[in-house]
Each structure stands twice: as structure tokens, then as C-alpha cells.
């Protein structure tokens, strides 16, 4: 492997270099993740013809399938970063895996609600005790504690690391919601969109949804630079680094 | 059917797990800048209070912001 890759990984877990590299590239993975959300909810409100079954209250799968998809998708990139957190000590790391946990309780609690929005038309009832509802309700539940745990204490680096605990031991709960649909009985229907293997699902209707899958986890990440921005701003700030932005941008008159 | 914004009759249901996609989204993208900046601003009134300490006499310009 070219030895680059590496020493720009390293580069990057410092935080002055960290905080440029998110500034730069959050308002391009902001604006991308607009568009894209732009042209996948066109394309599924408008082109995209009603289902069969459902008419047109199937539309609720482009907002909240992605998101369900993104619920999953952060607890993993989050237990990943609390994981290099704890083992090599990396601040970055534990700053990337705590600010992602309020992006993917705002994604658990909008598939939540689209869910519910959902449920009322097509199964009679906004909410059943079904393994699928209730596994993602405990991944809400996750989340909440991971944001409030790491909140719970005066020192912040200590606080990371007592919430990155919890992180990896809720991690059991991702197959779990994953696997719902097959493992029970449910009321929710199974998966519509397979990584191996073809989907049930028409070109028409799948497009907008993997377009929407890219815009979601675009706005993740510039969502997650924001926050580590100002979260670093108030963990690093005895640091040069800080003070100089800080002269800078008030030389500059900002 | 043709697609429209009335959504057949379930124009409340999409519409509204739409509007809450956005919404959530919305305060999630704001809330952090408005942190970042209010982290700023305490770190500038911190700054400011440790020269007036350094600086005994000189007027307490930002003690008011603490």
C-alpha cells in the first residue's frame, strides 16, 4: 500500500488539521446531500409510479427506510471510532464517536416517527410491540444514553471513554433490528432491498432510494464535522491552536 | 394512478413523514454552528479575563460577559 494513506491517517488525527480538513469539506457535503435529496425525492414523490398494494402511502419508504439504514449505519461507524477510541487512546476518535451519536438519534427517532406515519394507514395502529419497533425503540433508548453518559461527567475525555463502553456493549442491539424481520414473526415487513442477491423492487422505485441512501450518509458526515468543530473547540481550548484561530478570526473582524 | 401532490388519499401520511425528515434534520444541521459559535464567544471572554487579571487596573472590560 502506497505509505501515504497511512501518514495522511495520522495527519489527520491531529486536531488543528482535523478541524480545517471538516471545515473544508462540510458546506461540499452539505450542498451535495441537498441536491441528491432534491432529485431522490422528486424522483420518488413524483416519477416513481404508486404501488400496487399500498397507492401512494408507500411513498413514506424514501424518508424513512434511509434513515432506518443511517440508524444502523452510524451505531456502527460510532462503535468502530469508540472502539480505536479506547484501544489507541485517540482523541479524535472519541470525539468522532460521541458527536456521531446525537446524528443517529435524530435518524433512529425520524424512522421512529415515518414508521408510525406509516403504520396508521397501511396496519390500523401507530405503534405495535413488534420486534422490529422494539428493537429500534431500544436503539433510540442507545443512543440517549450514550449522549447522556458521556454529557454526566465534568471531565470530557473521561466521559468519552465511560460512554464508549456503553457503545460497544449496546453494539448488540445492530443484528438485532437487523435481523428482526427474519428471526420473528413480524408485523413489519421484510427487507425490500438486498445487498446480495436481486431486490424486489422496481428500477423506478429504487433508484430515488439509493439516491436518497447517498444523500443521507453524505449529511452525515457534514453533520458529524460540524459537531466535532465545536466540540473541539471547547476540549481543545487551552490550546495554541485555538487561540490562534480565535486572534485570527477576530483580526479578520469575524 | 398518476402521481400528484394530493399522494392518493394519503396525502397527510407522506407529507408529514416528509416534513419530519426536514425538520429533524434542520435543527440537527443548526444546532452544532450555534454551539461552535457560543464555545467561541466563551473562549473570547475567558481570554479577555485573564489579561485583565495579568493586567491589574485596567478597566474590567469583559467581566460582565462571565
Redesign the interface.
Known sequence: MANWVPLWLHRLGSPPVFYRFAGAVRPWA?GLALVLAGVA?YGG??????DYQQ???Y??IF??VP?AWMSLFIYGAMAVAAFVGLVWRIKIAEVVAM?SA??GA?FT??TL??GS??G??MWGTWWTWDARLTSELVLLFIYLGVIGLYHSFEDRRQGARAASFLVLVGAVNVPIVHFSVNWWNTLHQGSTVRLLGPSHIEASMLWPLLTMMAATKL?YI??LF??V??DL??SE?GKGW??EL?AH??GSGA | MNPSLAMGAYGFYVWSSVAVFFIVLLIDTLAPLARRRRNLRELRARIARQENRRRPGTPPSNESNA
Open positions: 452539505l425525492l414523490l413524483f416519477v416513481a409510479p404508486a397507492g401512494d402511502a411513498r413514506i424518508v424513512h434513515s458527536e446525537p446524528v435524530a427517532f425520524i416517527v415515518t406515519l406509516w396508521k394507514p449529511y457534514a453533520s460540524a459537531r468543530r465545536a473547540i471547547a481550548s485555538v487561540r480565535l478570526r477576530d
